[in-house]
């Protein structure tokens, strides 16, 4: 894999700060519609701007032959651009770095083409990137499994025995996956506060968010043809955050035999920005020590790891901007998504273009870098404390949650942008 495209000392004409989640060594993909039109197309943020591929390709001034006909950018979502595979992916991405570098006057120069296809972020509006057929979410992350597991089972039984042999997840739910910035409804449903007591219906009043991270599947593979791990990464197309929102109320009394359903399936936030697996390469770092080892099937050789710094902020409606509660580290995550991927397929279960893979609440080692309020406030044992004088276990109506990625190069930084919401009140309340 060509590694050109992370040089540091690359730079485009237009200007990016070095903190900027966007340079030109990122290149995230989006779908926008620009002002005055109402037809939503595919386009890459860079800094504070949109670029119009569909219009680019259309005028002809994209030389990527692969897309040239198959137009998979004048399209409402990614999914065509997603199957066509790694090979498109590596030359559209070196052609739009080669357009909008500082010494290719082409667009630079060309203000009319600029006019057309350039639009400042603050005036289009995003959309759900992709048709996303099937949302899968695992349960990766060691320390969240083992600080969940202790707080329900204690710290003897806090991870089950198949815990280390295979990344555990579950199906989720496609249809309530919502973009960044959409409101989020607390859900009503069925608990039991009280084991004594019949159950109940009402407003969750345990709801949470969860840290994740997810990678969406690129060309998919045939019913019955499992994908190996050593081909796993020419599957993925590109990453971004998740906020995995839960009802602990409604999991704790609903999960038991089958695992996570109402509690988890009102609405699941992601960043509207697919960061591509190319502007990751820099950032590949070992993860935590597998041990035991995993079966042959979930072993392939080189780091798989990335060290992408994760935040969340908490702001309640009296707080002027959010409070950092988290910070922790995709590093710390024990099943790559390559492993995911391969586990996911081993059975010869089919997955298609633009379905989502989430990592599963990502926690770091300390206190501060646990990724869901349920660990954070320890049940609700120890509440977080927030500027003001507040405190929270869980969230309350009105709360807005922000979470950022990014991973951090050489005076230039790889950025996810921002996954969030805000809690609106139930409307069985
Ligand atoms: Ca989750």
């Not at 002809?60 to 004048?74: K, N, S, T, Y």
């Not at 039984?157 to 973009?179: E, F, M, Q, T």
């Not at 043809?225 to 009394?253: C, K, T, Y």
Request: glycine residues 10%; charged residues 20%; hydrophobic residues 35%.
């Amino acid at each position: 894999m060509s590694d050109s495209t992370t040089d540091p000392s690359l730079s485009s004409f237009l200007d990016v700060d070095a903190n900027h989640p966007f340079p030109i060594q990122n290149l995230p993909y989006g779908v926008f519609t620009p002002p005055a039109s109402t037809v939503p197309r595919v386009g890459v943020a860079i800094g504070d701007h949109v670029l119009d591929l569909a219009v680019l390709n259309e005028e002809g001034a994209l030389d990527v032959p692969e897309i040239r006909d198959a137009h998979p950018f004048a399209q409402g979502t990614l999914n065509a651009f997603m199957d066509l595979g790694t090979s498109a992916w590596t030359t559209t991405r070196n052609e739009l770095q080669r357009l909008l570098r500082a010494d290719t006057p082409k667009l630079r120069d060309d203000t009319s083409l600029r006019e057309r296809v350039l639009h400042p972020r603050t005036d289009v509006s995003l959309q759900l990137p992709v048709d996303i057929g099937d949302y899968t979410d695992f349960y990766s992350s060691k320390q969240h499994a083992r600080n969940v597991g202790t707080m329900f089972r204690g710290p003897e039984n806090a991870l089950k025995d198949n815990w280390v042999h295979l990344p555990v997840g579950y199906h989720g739910r496609a249809s309530s996956v919502i973009l960044s910035g959409q409101d989020v409804q607390r859900p009503c449903g069925q608990t039991r506060p009280d084991a004594d007591e019949p159950p109940i219906y009402g407003p969750s009043q345990l709801l949470d968010f969860e840290l994740e991270t997810g990678f969406f599947v690129g060309d998919g593979n045939d019913l019955g043809s499992p994908i190996p791990i050593d081909e796993a990464s020419d599957h993925i197309f590109g990453m971004v955050l998740v906020n995995d929102w839960s009802a602990r109320d409604i999991q704790g009394w609903e999960y038991e035999p089958l695992g996570p359903f109402l509690g988890k399936s009102f609405a699941t936030t992601i960043s509207p920005w697919v960061v591509p697996m190319e502007a990751l390469e820099p950032f590949r770092t070992d993860g935590p020590s597998q041990d035991p080892e995993p079966l042959d099937y979930l072993q392939a050789d080189g780091d798989a790891a990335y060290d992408i710094t994760l935040e969340v902020g908490l702001q309640t409606p009296s707080m002027a901007d959010p409070h950092t509660v988290c910070r922790t580290n995709f590093r710390y995550l024990y099943w790559t998504m390559r492993q995911q991927l391969a586990h996911h397929t081993v059975n010869g279960c089919n997955v298609r273009p633009g379905d989502l893979l989430a990592s599963g609440t990502i926690s770091g080692p300390t206190e501060d870098s646990y990724g869901s309020m349920l660990e954070l406030s320890w049940r609700g044992e120890e509440p977080v404390s927030l500027p003001g004088d507040e405190r929270r276990s869980f969230l309350n109506d009105g709360d807005r949650v922000v979470m950022r990625g990014y991973a951090q190069g050489d005076g230039y930084r790889i950025g996810f942008g921002t996954a969030e919401g805000t809690v609106r009140p139930a409307p069985c309340a």
